[in-house]
């Protein structure tokens, strides 16, 4: 499976999951939920997913470095500061939050199913290999960092 490593964009994935949670939405309607202010709690999602992933680009920008998820060995410098303090990866962490938006928008409950898939993928074919490829790079630096910091939250 390490064929799969770095293969495939995180962007596509992310819009792989939302093809897949339509999907499941029109097969199973059985697993339709209606809940009070669920449209509010998703919107409130986006908001989060969108200050998250635009902070994380900001970062990306004011250091200067590569965005590029198939060759994080292009990456210059190594980004800490900001919402990386807080986690290792928001731009994946906002990818999820809009796909927990749009299900629970849609008021569906595949939208853990499609969650779990997503975030499952995301670990072993794009995270775990960016990770040794920015040890790699920048050493002691990193792994302290990833000591501190978590992968997700």
């Known amino acids: ?9 995180p ?10 949670m339509y ?22 999602f986006v908001v989060a997913a969108l200050l998250i992933g635009g902070a994380a680009v900001h970062e990306f920008r004011k250091i200067k470095t590569t965005t590029n998820p198939i060759k994080p ?10 919402v990386f303090s807080y986690t290792r990866n ?17 008021e569906h409950l595949s939208v853990f199913l499609v969650g779990i898939l ?9 995270i775990k290999p960016e990770e040794r490829a920015l040890e790699t790079l ?9 000591g501190k910091v978590h992968r997700w939250f």
């Open 118 to 126: 997503f975030v499952s993928y995301l670990n072993r074919f794009q």
């Open 138 to 146: 920048f050493g002691s630096k990193y792994l302290e960092y990833k």
């Open 11 to 20: 962007i596509a994935v992310f819009l792989l999951s939302i093809l897949l």
């Open 90 to 106: 928001p731009m994946y962490l906002a990818m999820l939050l809009l796909l927990i938006a749009l299900g629970l928008w849609w």
């Open 1 to 9: 499976m390490k064929k799969l490593e770095l293969k495939v964009p």
């Open 23 to 44: 999907g499941l939405k029109s097969l199973a309607p059985s697993f339709q939920v209606t809940v009070p202010f669920l449209h509010m709690t998703s919107f409130l």
């Open 73 to 82: 060995e292009l990456a210059s410098t190594m980004v800490c500061t900001g």
